[in-house]
């Protein structure tokens, strides 16, 4: 069907194209309980993944469950909106039902000078990036950085299409602890090096909500 844009209003401003992210704050208790249960012993994903860091660590299902029950209902309603903003609100989202389909979850252990180069995430519809620890005195190494016209160390950079009048083509994200992140699989990004000693640890998850009328 159509997607037909009819105003509700004297003025609007939207934005139609191009891909929309989301942003949660976690539940400190959900921080917590990932960091406790990381553990070297978990297996290690890495040499099927792109990044250039010392372990990605599969989450067992415990730990895939208890990101999908604090930050599912999150997850949904990305999906939801995002299928409001492409029918332009043709699209009604209490006629249906939602269930989460996680294909994996790992967490990512990057040390100073390791990084992650460009890349997407394949075989699912949504990803999803979650902060959980920053090596002691990175603030120091981003005071110094932010003196630079184009601060990097440490950040998640996303890119997708081509800079243009009033549209962007990237943005960066300077991490923070507690902090989590919604965008599709499709959208290229990429994660700078620090030189800060220490980890700075983060999570992801590769997902589909399926949905199903109700
Ligand atoms: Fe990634």
Not at 121 to 149: F, M, N, Q
Not at 183 to 210: A, D, Q
Request: net charge negative.
């Amino acid at each position: 069907m159509s997607a037909i844009f009819t105003p509700s209003a004297d003025k609007e401003f939207f934005t139609p194209f191009g891909p929309m992210l989301g942003y949660v704050r976690m539940p400190p208790n959900l921080v917590e309980y990932l960091n406790a249960s990381m553990s070297e012993q978990l297996e290690d994903h890495s040499a099927s993944l792109v990044g250039k860091v010392r372990q990605e660590l599969l989450f067992p299902k415990p730990l895939v469950d208890a990101a999908a029950g604090a930050l599912g209902n999150a997850l949904i309603e990305y999906h939801i909106r995002a299928s409001h903003r492409g029918t332009f609100g043709d699209y009604d989202h209490t006629a249906k039902r939602y269930e989460l389909n996680i294909m994996a979850g790992w967490f990512v252990r990057q040390f100073e000078n390791e990084y992650n180069p460009l890349h997407i995430h394949t075989g699912c519809a949504l990803s999803c990036v979650g902060y959980l620890r920053l090596p002691e005195g990175i603030d120091d190494e981003w005071a110094e950085d932010d003196k630079d016209h184009h601060p990097t160390h440490g950040h998640l950079q996303f890119a997708h299409g081509t800079d243009s009048h009033y549209s962007v083509s990237n943005f960066m994200i300077r991490p923070r602890v507690g902090d989590f992140y919604i965008f599709p699989s499709y959208m290229f990004h990429s994660v700078y090096p620090f030189k800060t000693p220490g980890e700075r640890r983060s999570f992801s998850m590769n997902l589909s909500v399926v949905e199903s009328e109700a």
